[in-house]
C-alpha cells in the first residue's frame, strides 16, 4: 500500500533539455526538488504536486482508509551553482538521488568530481 509499502519515490525528470531529480515522500506528502544549477521549476514541478495525491488515490485499496487528494507541498534543496561544464546535468541528478537515498550529503558531489562519476 502506498505510504506503508512504498514511502518514497524518486524521479529523473528533463526540463527543457536540462536535467533534475526528485524525490517524491508520500508519508509527509512532500516533492523535495534537486538541481545542480538551483533553479526553480515551478511550472513544471507543481502539476506532480497536484496529480500524485490523485494517482496514489487511484490505484489505493479500495478497502483502506479515504485518502487526501490535497496537493503535495513542493520545496527546493539548496544547490550551489554546480554544472559548470554544461554537460553533466544528467549525472548530477542521478548522484543527487543516490546522496538523498543513502543520507549523504550534496556536496560530496561537485564539479572537480562529477567526471569521475560518470
Given at each position: 500500500m502506498w505510504d506503508l509499502?512504498?514511502?518514497?519515490m524518486y524521479v529523473p525528470?528533463?526540463?527543457?533539455?536540462?536535467?533534475?531529480?526528485m524525490c517524491v515522500n508520500f508519508v509527509t506528502r512532500l516533492i523535495e526538488v534537486f538541481d545542480c544549477e538551483g533553479m526553480e521549476?515551478?511550472?513544471?514541478?507543481?502539476?506532480?504536486?497536484?496529480?500524485?495525491?490523485?494517482i496514489v488515490k487511484a490505484?489505493?485499496?479500495?478497502?483502506?482508509?479515504?485518502l487526501?487528494?490535497?496537493?503535495y507541498t513542493v520545496s527546493y534543496a539548496p544547490m550551489s551553482l554546480l554544472n559548470k561544464s554544461g554537460s553533466d546535468c544528467?549525472?548530477?541528478a542521478l548522484k543527487?538521488?543516490?546522496?538523498?537515498?543513502l543520507g549523504l550529503?550534496?556536496?560530496?558531489?561537485?564539479?572537480d568530481n562529477i567526471c569521475e562519476a560518470r
Open positions: 509499502d512504498v514511502n518514497r525528470l528533463n526540463v527543457d533539455k536540462h536535467w533534475i531529480s521549476h515551478n511550472k513544471l514541478v507543481e502539476p506532480f504536486a497536484a496529480l500524485i495525491p490523485i490505484v489505493q485499496n479500495s478497502n483502506s482508509q479515504q487526501n487528494v490535497k496537493k544528467g549525472v548530477y543527487h538521488i543516490e546522496c538523498h537515498l550529503d550534496f556536496s560530496l558531489v561537485n564539479d
